[in-house]
């Protein structure tokens, strides 16, 4: 049995990259391993959310994890702020992280880049904050899509860096997992680069069938192959990605012939797709508001989540902090 566990940020609705990437992975493997899945708002801080803001965000994340089908009884769902261990954690890996090491990784350069008026230190530190929300549970099995890779890699180098330097095989190396597939990159609808929430370009689990229409719709393409069979530019191949998550294999073929005998429509195709996500979303949409609207049953979920987590973490601080020499006098 494997000790998986995954994440997502806090800062806005879950959308078909993180479902697709990440989510659908975690509920396929609740039930035959030992599952922790938690919402991030710590990391979420780096964007500084107002305290109403940080607050709903929570909610509408915890209610569209259960939505899409995650089961409290049987896989650990929490908050991450419910857990001040792996804050503790944090501290003492920020230890050994090094400035340049940080520096160089690429989401960091991303944001310096995007947000340069906002570049702090949680930022810099994001990837030891990820590290100990890994291995406090030392989860072997990170479901998580491609833009993660990196950041896995650094957990990586943090866990083992610690059982070196204290001659310890303690932390286990987690590794990213996609069941034994590339880890996947979801694709935007803005004809490049990947499906994200700061990206502006994403279709949320919450969506309703007009703004995924339109969404779909207003998706970029070109003026059509030219060539027999051609290979497709990005923001086509972008739409067929998209559909061979949500469509069925027929409906994927049929237009793949379309377009390698320059006979495509590209309205028609759109309207394929967003009728498919609509088909694909709408039950979970449903199921988002219900439980957004059942504080009750939000409330029960987060404690126990919160309980079981604490349970574990303490535990393996409680180690760490013998290990690296604390001791009660
Ligand atoms: P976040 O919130 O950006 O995304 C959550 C998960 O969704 C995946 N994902 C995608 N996968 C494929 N294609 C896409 N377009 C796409 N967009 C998002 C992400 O890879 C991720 O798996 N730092 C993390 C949250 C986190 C975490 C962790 C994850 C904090 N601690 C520990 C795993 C383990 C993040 O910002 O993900």
Known sequence: MDIVLSGIRSTGNLHLGNY?????????????????????????????PTPADLHSNVRQ?????????????????????????????????????????????????????????????????YPVLMAADIIIHKATKVPVGKDQEQNLEMARKFAKRFNRMYNVSFFPEPQPYNF??????????????????SEGNAINLSDTEEVIRKKVMRAVTDSGPTKMNQTKPEPIQNLFTLMEVVSSKDTVEYYNEKYNQCAIRYGDMKKQLAADIN?????????????????????????????????????????????IGFKKF
């Open 20 to 48: 697709f990437g990440a989510l659908k992975n975690f509920i396929k493997m609740q039930h035959e391993n030992q599952c922790y899945f938690f919402i991030a708002d710590f990391h979420s801080l780096t964007t500084h």
């Open 180 to 197: 034994g597939q590339k880890l996947v990159k979801i694709p935007g609808l803005d004809g490049s680069g990947k499906m994200g929430k």
């Open 279 to 323: 088909t694909f979303i709408s039950p979970i949409r449903e199921k988002i508001i219900e439980i957004y609207n059942d504080t009750s049953y939000l409330h029960k979920v987060a404690e126990l989540g919160a309980q079981k987590a604490r349970e574990n973490a303490s535990k393996t601080l409680k180690e760490v902090r013998e290990i």
């Open 61 to 125: 994340v915890l209610a569209e994890y259960l939505a899409a089908g995650l089961d409290p009884e049987v896989a650990t769902l929490y908050i991450q702020s419910d857990v001040p261990e792996i804050a503790e954690l944090y501290l003492l890996l920020n230890m050994n992280a090094y400035i340049g090491e940080l520096e160089r990784t690429t989401t960091f350069k991303d944001k310096v880049r995007k947000q340069p008026e906002n570049v702090n230190a949680g930022l810099l530190t």
